[in-house]
Each structure stands twice: as structure tokens, then as C-alpha cells.
């Protein structure tokens, strides 16, 4: 399975963006 890298991207941001909201 082939992952898009807007694909990652998206997905990391979305990880990252809660993340640095709670600290």
C-alpha cells in the first residue's frame, strides 16, 4: 500500500495540531 505525502502530511498534522494544543 502506497501512501500519498499530502496524505502523511495530513494525517501528521492532524496528530501534531491536538498535541500542541494540550501542552
Known amino acids: ?3 500519498d ?3 502523511i502530511l495530513s ?3 492532524d496528530l501534531m495540531k ?3 494544543t494540550v501542552k
Open 18 to 20: 491536538p498535541i500542541s
Open 11 to 13: 494525517l501528521l498534522d
Open 1 to 3: 500500500m502506497a501512501f
Open 5 to 7: 505525502h499530502r496524505q
